[in-house]
């Protein structure tokens, strides 16, 4: 890291951010409010310092059923799921860096990109990949998992879409 930052290739407020160590480096387990208890034995999200991971979401209501929709229909329900298991953990849809959409069929790609639309309604938009799986749990069309990192714990770094000279 100090080579990169020697080499003009990180900034310095980059390079001080990620050697710094976390300041609340406490793991806050979360599990949103109307989301079920996971299929398996993991957390719904686990967050340390800056940063929350998610565990996969699926379009699952509050009772543990899996919603009989449209892949569109449960890319939202997925999408509600997933941003309240952030919510629980203290971050915000803001805060979503990279998203990780799995699709059963990706030819529902289309549908799937106009609900991350109708979240992510104005750029910039996180990251994300797409890729099909031959089955998900419950024989869901989809599934989400996101990566999220606190705005006010990124401030020292450089700003998302900065561009250096």
């Given at each position: 890291?100090?080579?990169l930052?020697?080499?003009g290739m990180?900034?310095?407020?980059?390079?001080?951010?990620?050697k710094r160590?976390?300041r609340?480096?406490r793991?806050?387990?979360?599990?949103g409010e109307?989301v079920?208890?996971?299929l398996?034995?993991v957390?719904?999200a686990?967050?340390v310092g800056?940063?929350?991971?998610?565990g996969?979401?699926l379009?699952?209501?509050?009772?543990?059923?899996?919603?009989d929709g449209s892949?569109s229909e449960?890319?939202?329900?997925?999408f509600r799921?997933?941003?309240?298991?952030?919510a629980a953990?203290?971050?915000?849809?803001?805060d979503?860096v990279?998203?990780?959409?799995?699709?059963s069929d990706?030819g529902?790609?289309?549908?799937v990109n106009?609900a991350f639309?109708?979240?992510?309604?104005?750029p910039?938009?996180?990251a994300?990949a797409v890729?099909?799986?031959?089955?998900?749990?419950?024989?869901?069309?989809?599934?989400l998992?996101a990566?999220?990192?606190r705005?006010?714990?990124?401030?020292?770094?450089?700003k998302?879409?900065q561009?250096?000279?």
């Open positions: 890291m100090a080579a930052k020697e080499e990180i900034s310095k407020n980059t390079y001080n951010w990620y160590p976390f609340n480096d793991i806050h387990v979360a599990r109307g079920p208890p996971s398996a034995e957390s719904h686990v967050a800056p940063l929350c991971h998610t996969g979401q379009a699952i209501d509050a009772e543990g059923r899996l919603l892949v449960q890319a939202d329900l997925a799921n997933l941003l309240s298991v952030l953990a203290g971050f915000s849809k803001n979503i990279f998203v990780d959409i799995t699709l990706i529902e790609l289309p549908e106009a639309r109708r979240v992510f309604v104005h910039p938009r996180p994300r890729m099909e799986a031959s089955a998900l749990p419950l024989g869901a069309k989809v599934r998992h990566l999220a990192i705005r006010d714990m990124q401030s020292a770094a450089e998302p879409g561009r250096r000279a």
